[in-house]
């Protein structure tokens, strides 16, 4: 698959496989990650590589908990009021018990921040799609990075305290087989042509 074959076809994993992809593979989807651009190649992304189903599992709790103790305010946007509804109702794994979760997170206070580590998302997303994997950004750790709990959790995996979480993505076999690589239509993103 060439590198615009593999944008064009990624799409979105929700449900995985319990087997863990080999490292190699894993490690190669990291390095995809590590070698996006960065503002001033400020180099400064975080990838917290979480394979330990145990650590998944009580990140899992941890943050529906956090969610189910959250006030469902009018102005929260549809996706925050989602988990949080579904976090009150139980059961809720805000990572699709994938085998591999990874959080970046970036400097506190670095203008760059989202816009790096959206870099390294895609970079991530792309990479995996074309050696078959599925994979997700996955947006909760982002939304809680001021819970006191989930912040106390994620500097026992190595978050520093001037470190802000700036997204995660979800990694792993899809459950159903290859990637779903149906392209969505694409009803926005308009495009503004100015030409002789
Ligand atoms: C900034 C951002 C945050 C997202 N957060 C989540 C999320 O928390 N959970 C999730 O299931 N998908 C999340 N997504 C995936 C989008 O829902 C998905 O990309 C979109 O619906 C288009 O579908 P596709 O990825 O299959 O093309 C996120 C995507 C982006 C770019």
Redesign the pocket.
């Known amino acids: 698959m060439d590198a615009l074959e593999a944008i064009l076809t990624?799409?979105?994993t929700?449900k995985y496989q319990a087997v863990l992809p080999d490292n190699a593979l894993i490690d190669q989807v990291v390095e995809a990650g590590r070698s996006a651009p960065s503002g001033g190649n400020s180099q400064t992304t975080h990838f917290i590589l979480i394979t330990k189903a145990e650590i998944l599992s009580e990140l899992a709790w941890i943050v529906q908990t956090a969610f189910a103790n959250m006030e469902i305010r009018e102005d929260l946007y549809a996706?925050l009021k989602n988990s949080i509804n579904a976090s009150r109702r139980g059961g809720y794994v805000?990572h699709?018990n994938a085998p591999v979760l990874i959080v970046t997170a970036n400097k506190k206070g670095y203008g760059n921040a989202m816009a790096d580590s959206?870099c390294a998302l895609e970079n991530m997303m792309i990479a995996a799609n074309a050696l078959d994997l599925g994979s997700?950004?996955?947006?909760?750790l982002h939304w809680l990075d001021e819970d006191e709990a989930v912040r106390e959790y994620l500097y026992g995996l190595g978050l520093s305290e001037d470190e802000t979480v700036t997204?995660a993505l979800a990694l792993g076999y899809p459950a159903e087989g290859l990637p779903n690589r149906t392209p969505?239509p694409r009803t926005g993103n308009p495009v503004t042509r100015i030409s002789d």
């Open positions: 990624r799409r979105s929700r996706s805000f699709y959206a997700c950004w996955i947006n909760q997204g969505l």
